[in-house]
């Protein structure tokens, strides 16, 4: 379907003030110059976040002189009503969840550094996430039909595959973990992002590059272990997060398997055993020298407040807003702009999560992947590539069960399938104590599955 906006103004319903996210896509929008005609409405149940999203999006307005307008909503119902894009961007009880999850697993040996895509805290966490995705999405079928919802919400996997399986709309987990990997890549060979194009493989903050072009040439695997074996090790700061995500050990998998992780190490480490088992601690100290990127409650509140002074600071101090003419790594604008065949802004690829539908032979066709996509108007084209080698498809293929079983857990709240899906993860320490972890990570998400409007 073809979206067309000649006559009217475009509406974009923002579900979740993010501090971190919200403002960077209306960054990019701004920048674009061809959405001029779109009317940003917000809405949160966090009524502050709302209220300091808002502003710092109307001084950015202001400070280009923009025709976009943002308001805020009092409803979902409001926000969602005539949409022609919603997009998702929310955490179900918040970082007291989260660490309370994390607390428990600690109890049986198990560690996490992030714990929103694998390990028990993110098969913990779609219990509290599924409904309301799927609440959303259902006002979306009664509200705003045939808009599409655009989710940066995690685990990403598992959300964007619940909505494509159990509703009418069309979902698109949009993450920038790819972009890592992408900015080291041009890094190590001293040219402009842009011009770096990937192929990506696998599930959400574990796929695999299979192919790299650097301005319309092949990149061959020797010379890109060569390259980027110096800025592997330094590693990246990301802004946005004000952490230093170094790659050392997804580049040493690279050498070992000739697969190149999408991602730092801050992700990669959790999908496999060797990093975070009971025998990578020696003397409470971890032997891969993971210690600094383990879960932490505290530093993610430190973090959050970090996050909420400075947008504070931007809306409401006297200095203009810094950075406004920095696109961010988001890609929203890239997807409505590819929605509307407007062309993209920055990018002719994208690296989505989205529902296989047999573009990798050998996983299943309903299965959720991230994969290197085109946008048209009829939505995300993933690209086809040749089927797996045996070590991709069996790293895969059992992430694509967890994630099948950690949904079904979810949405049927079916307690067997919790179970399994922990039996499935690579973090998992000790058979014996599983269902006491199960009995226990399940009863502290049970007063959050009803969705609250």
Known sequence: ML?????RRRKIAFIGASYKFVHQAIRDFLLCGRLENTDVVLYDIDRPALQLEHDVIGRMIRQKSSRITVSMARSRREALDGADYAIVSVLVGGLDVAEAEDNICQEYGIRHTVGDTVGPMCTSRCLRMAPLLLDIAADMEKYCPGAPMISVTNPMAVLTHAVNTHTKVQCLGVCHGTGFQIGQIARAFHVDENAVCVDVVGVNHLGFIQRVEIEGQ????????????????AGYLDTATRTVDASEWSFEFFKLTGLLPNNGDHHFVEFFPWFLARHAFVRGRNVYGLDRKLHSAAARRKNKAWFRETVSRWAYGADPIPDMDRYGGENLMDIILGLENQGYAKTSELHLNVTNGGAVPNLPADCNLELTCHITPRGAQPVQVAPLAPYPLGVLMPLVS???LSMKAAVEKDRQAFLEALLLDPLLQDFRSVRALADRLWKINAK??????
């Open 3 to 7: 979206r067309r906006f000649d006559g």
């Open 218 to 233: 092949d990149i061959p695997a020797a010379v890109l272990k060569r390259k980027l074996e110096a800025v592997a090790k």
């Open 402 to 404: 967890l994630n099948a």
């Open 448 to 453: 959050w599955w009803k969705p609250v409007k």
